[in-house]
């Protein structure tokens, strides 16, 4: 039986042991949490809809007004939470603590990726315009791995 401190849930105390074993260089992903999506380290953008960041936020630790500014910002998970909650850090060096589904990992250049298998979604995400734009060939990359190449700014 894990000693626990008086009045200290067992979800803290499990992001407290978690922390230990952070700072000891032992995890980077909490064990206990299948299917966690992100990783310390992960560049992460943040989702641009604020109404539905702030949404996501008060099931997952609130919300205060000062985060609006960050949504559509780029940063760096730092700690994954027992709960799968990220806490971001942006250039300026603040943080900011959000529910999983707020954020999305952005690739870098040298990442190893996986093409969704899913053809209508490709076409959506390309594109009809521009010299990246939806062609029919593209439906032979789709459920393929891959390494990225270029990032083309937000």
Same mark, same amino acid.
């Given at each position: 039986? *894990? ?13 407290? /042991?978690? *922390?230990?074993?952070? @700072? %000891? ?8 949490? *299948? ?7 992960? %560049? ?12 996501? *936020? ?5 919300? /205060? ?5 960050? @949504?559509?910002?780029?940063? !760096?998970? /730092? ?8 806490? !971001? ?11 999983? %589904? ?12 996986? /093409? ?9 995400? %390309?594109? @009809? ?12 990359? @789709? ?12």
């Amino acid at each position: 039986q *894990a000693y626990a401190h008086p009045g200290t849930s067992q979800a803290e105390e499990r992001d407290n /042991v978690y *922390a230990m074993l952070q @700072c %000891a260089g032992l995890h980077t992903t909490p064990p206990w949490v *299948a299917g966690t999506l992100y990783r310390r380290g992960d %560049a992460v953008v943040v989702n641009s809809n604020a109404s539905r960041v702030e949404e996501l *936020a008060l099931q997952h630790g609130g919300w /205060v007004p000062d985060m609006e500014p960050y @949504c559509a910002k780029e940063g !760096v998970a /730092v700690n994954v939470r027992f709960n799968g909650d990220v806490k !971001v850090e942006f250039p300026d060096g603040n943080t900011w603590t959000y529910h999983p %589904a707020a954020i999305q990992q952005i690739h870098r250049p040298g990442d190893l990726v996986r /093409v969704t298998q899913d053809v209508s979604h490709v076409k959506q995400l %390309a594109g @009809c315009h521009g010299e990246y734009a939806w062609n029919p060939s593209m439906a032979a990359y @789709c459920d393929q791995e891959g390494t990225v190449s270029r990032r083309w700014p937000r």
